[in-house]
């Protein structure tokens, strides 16, 4: 099954493809976050474009699993994304995917304001492969 990674956020929405049977997951381009409209235009055709099955989006967690202060936006990002999407979006925690992304992203690019135009899109592949381990049983 392919599945579309969200790691949602108010100035980029990072966005990764996978498959289950691989458990391979591919960053793809950054989406500007200004406008939901253009963050689901995005969706929608990446969505057509791999013939995804299912929509993970990453959920910030606190480390002690509470909600974290940015719960509140995704929430209603998957609320709208739900009501428009013919497909299950599913949370997952996003606890560190971030901080991982930035850890890879040195290793790519040294220079900080070069490396936050894939950081984004690093995270949600870090989200999905963290679906995939979780849960993806075989």
Avoid: H, W
């Avoid at 996978?18 to 500007?32: E, I, K, S």
């Avoid at 609320?79 to 992304?101: G, H, I, K, N, Y």
Wanted: with cysteine; glycine share 6%.
């Amino acid at each position: 099954m392919k599945v579309l990674a969200v790691d949602y956020g108010s100035k980029r929405v990072g966005l990764a493809v996978g498959d289950t049977a691989t458990r391979v997951a591919t960053p793809l381009a950054l989406v500007a976050a200004s406008r939901q409209q253009d963050v689901l235009r995005a969706i929608r055709q990446r969505s057509e474009e791999y013939g995804v099955e299912r929509i993970v989006v990453g959920y910030p967690l606190n480390m002690d699993g509470s909600r974290g202060a940015a719960c509140a936006a995704v929430d209603r990002f998957v609320a709208f994304l739900r009501r428009r999407v013919a497909v299950p979006v599913t949370l997952v925690d996003e606890t560190l995917s971030s901080f991982a992304a930035e850890e890879m992203g040195k290793e790519i690019e040294g220079d900080f304001r070069k490396r936050r135009k894939f950081l984004d899109s690093v995270a949600a592949q870090i989200i999905l492969e963290s679906f995939f381990e979780k849960e993806i049983k075989r």
